[in-house]
């Protein structure tokens, strides 16, 4: 194939700003969410602290919320786990059904509480249900929307920090990942010993940017 100049995609870097995707109080939702999928703890920064929820919101805002590159015609129907994903709704509009359905599955369970208003066992439990299709989300299957949100929420955590989430390479740094270093050839065989270098990411680390 001949090549042609210009036509790689970069990625595209987040900017600090209102939320894109997400209303207020979804964003408020998604933030409390997954920080009990990923709490802080000792090692690290929790999921809400790591940037996890603008990660979803700016890849929903994108062209994964909408579904782009992904064969999504019919026929749509039930399949297996392994076929993946059989739903005729782009991620975009599972969020945005998923999330309706839920606040208001939480309006009537506890009486009028939004899930962030809860506490940490409640929420727990909440999710725990989602997982297990227990709760009844109308327009969409709740374990399909937890295997999402729980998926989304571990990219957020480990993909580069360009996107929005793995704030100051956290994710990165808990499980010892040199990021994109150019060559750690040296290191690929040293089994069980720390990486002793810090992790960089596509734009390089903050600690290299220059400051007056």
Known sequence: MPWVPGL???PQPWRPGPWLFFTADEAATIEAVVDRLIPPDNHGAGGKDAGCAVFIDRQLAGPFGQAAGLYMRPPFMSGAVTQGNQSPDAPAAVYRMALKGLAEYLRVRFSGKAFAALSPQE???????????????????SAEFFNL????????YFADPIYGGNRDMIG????????TRYDYRDWVDRHNEAYPLPPVGITGRTDWTVRD
Do not use: H, I, R
């Not at 439990?125 to 299957?141: F, I, N, P, R």
């Not at 990165?172 to 990021?179: E, N, Q, T």
């Open 172 to 179: 990165w740094k808990l499980v010892g990942f040199p990021g």
């Open 8 to 10: 790689a995609s970069p």
């Open 123 to 141: 929420q727990d439990a909440v999710l725990s249900d989602l997982e297990t299709g227990a709760v009844e989300l109308t327009t969409v299957k």
């Open 149 to 156: 949100l729980l998926q989304n929420t571990q990219e957020g």
